[in-house]
Nanobody
Framework: QVQLVDTGGGLVQAGASLTLSCAAS????????MAWFRRAPGKERDFVAA????????SYADSVKGRFTISRDNAKNTVYLKMNSLKPEDTAVYYC????????????????????WGQGTQVTVSS
């Protein structure tokens, strides 16, 4: 059974940085697109970033472009989200996701296109 475990959230002040990690177990995620989504209070779960297994040409939501960086270490079955210059509006529960059904090499931007999810990690940014 596939499992994703999200860690790294916390409470920080505006302008600070955090790095989230998503560790996968149960199968290798080499070849599988992975992504981060977030859900702010009272809102839908929104796309944040996605990365192919090769790591090339990741994609970002406009709201985080230039501040967040998604990366992966396939040998460790781990995906990261480095978040810089955090803003109060970045406050949300962050979820990592994996697309395990073919085709798995494309980038996907909606939550319905991912079939495996982490439990989420809370990020709170104070002003």
């Amino acid at each position: 059974q596939v499992q994703l475990v999200d860690t790294g959230g916390g409470l920080v002040q505006a302008g600070a940085s955090l790095t989230l990690s998503c560790a996968a177990s149960g199968r290798t995620f080499s070849g599988v697109t992975m992504a981060w989504f977030r859900r702010a209070p009272g809102k839908e779960r929104d796309f944040v970033a996605a990365i192919r297994w090769s790591g090339s040409s990741p994609s970002y939501a406009d709201s985080v472009k230039g501040r967040f960086t998604i990366s992966r270490d396939n040998a460790k079955n781990t995906v990261y989200l480095k978040m810089n210059s955090l803003k109060p509006e970045d406050t949300a529960v962050y979820y990592c996701a994996a697309r395990t059904t073919p085709p798995t090499w494309l980038l996907y931007y909606t939550s319905a296109q991912y079939d495996c999810w982490g439990q989420g990690t809370q990020v709170t940014v104070s002003s």
